[in-house]
């Protein structure tokens, strides 16, 4: 996930263009951010186990984030952008609404496999992460569930086929994720 995270760099010149470097750093950051952060858990991670997880400097580490809180949101928003690209090409698929949201689910599911320190780092962690930590995990949900209506919906309406657009509500409306509506007391 972080494909510049194992990148040597040697001290003094080394001969890359420092928005090379600055982009090798800052992988190295994110990808250690996960790893403790799945492992030891967002409230019991330091600036420390983040230094010494990427072997960066505390210098460097400044130089990129102000503290652990936007270091770690920088993570989630990269894997944010991960789960949503997968999801959305899962959902891009075709098919009933049914089978598109069980091809995201799945793909869902194997970023979580592949991935298990950036999931856990995001989707879990992310409860202990204050406020703003949740806020990211909320937006996420929200745009993921927003975002598969939309794939959903959008080959039908761009066709104009209101028959298939009728389908797709009932559909979506029958989906076990979706959960009833309850109704105001009257």
């Known amino acids: 996930m972080w494909s510049q995270a194992n ?15 600055r982009a090798v750093q800052r992988d190295r950051l994110l990808k250690a951010t996960t ?34 809180e936007d270091c770690y949101l920088d993570a989630f928003g ?4 991960v789960i949503e690209q997968r999801v959305g090409n899962a959902l891009a698929t075709g098919g009933s609404a ?16 592949e991935e298990p320190d950036a ?28 975002g598969g209506i939309f794939e959903l919906l959008y080959g039908p309406l761009a066709r104009r086929d209101v028959e298939r657009l009728r389908d797709l509500r009932g559909q979506i409306g029958e989906l076990p994720l979706v959960g009833p509506v309850p109704h105001p007391p009257a």
């Open 7 to 21: 990148v040597k760099l040697s001290g003094g010149p080394h001969g890359m263009p420092p928005a090379k470097v």
């Open 35 to 68: 790893e403790v952060v799945a492992r030891e858990g967002y409230a019991a991670t330091t600036v420390r186990d983040l230094l010494a997880q990427s072997g960066l400097s505390r210098r460097t580490y400044y130089d990129l984030y102000v503290d652990k």
């Open 78 to 81: 990269e894997i944010a952008a």
């Open 98 to 113: 049914r089978r598109s949201v069980r091809l995201a689910v799945e793909e869902l599911a194997d970023f979580c496999i």
């Open 119 to 146: 999931a856990c780092a995001a989707l879990v962690e992310s409860l202990a992460a204050g406020q703003a930590g949740r806020e990211a995990r909320n937006e996420l949900i929200a745009r993921a569930t927003v």
